[in-house]
């Protein structure tokens, strides 16, 4: 069974970095892509960045491309997602999904298997 679970939310200022983590589990995701979400309080949920293990390919949304940055551990089965020059409006739940598809998704149909989520609060 396929386990996703993330960490490294926090309650952090303007302008400051964070990494988010992703234990992926339960299988060896040899050809699978995986992608984090994010989830503001009354709006739905959004596609933020996504990597494809088969050669490394990446995508992001246009409102984070250039501050933040996905990335995987081979080793451990581990996403990270960097965040650099956060903003108030990166204030949300943060979702890691991992999906068999060759496509860098940008849609949550796009992904079979779901974390938790992680907090990140963004101060101004």
């Known amino acids: 069974q396929v386990q996703l679970v993330e960490s490294g939310g926090g309650l952090v200022q303007t302008g400051d970095s964070l990494r988010l983590s992703c234990a992926a589990s339960?299988?060896?995701?040899?050809?699978?892509?995986f992608a984090w979400f994010r989830q503001a309080p009354g709006k739905e949920r959004e596609f933020v960045a996504a990597y494809r293990r088969s050669d490394g390919g990446t995508g992001y949304a246009d409102s984070v491309k250039g501050r933040f940055t996905i990335s995987r551990e081979n080793a451990n089965n581990t996403v990270y997602l960097q965040l650099n020059s956060v903003k108030p409006e990166d204030t949300a739940v943060y979702y890691c999904?991992?999906?068999?598809?060759?496509?860098?998704?940008?849609?949550?149909?796009?992904?079979?298997?779901w974390g938790q989520g992680t907090q990140v609060t963004v101060s101004s």
């Open positions: 339960g299988r060896t995701f040899r050809s699978y892509v």
């Open positions: 999904a991992v999906g068999h598809a060759s496509a860098l998704s940008r849609t949550q149909r796009g992904y079979d298997y």
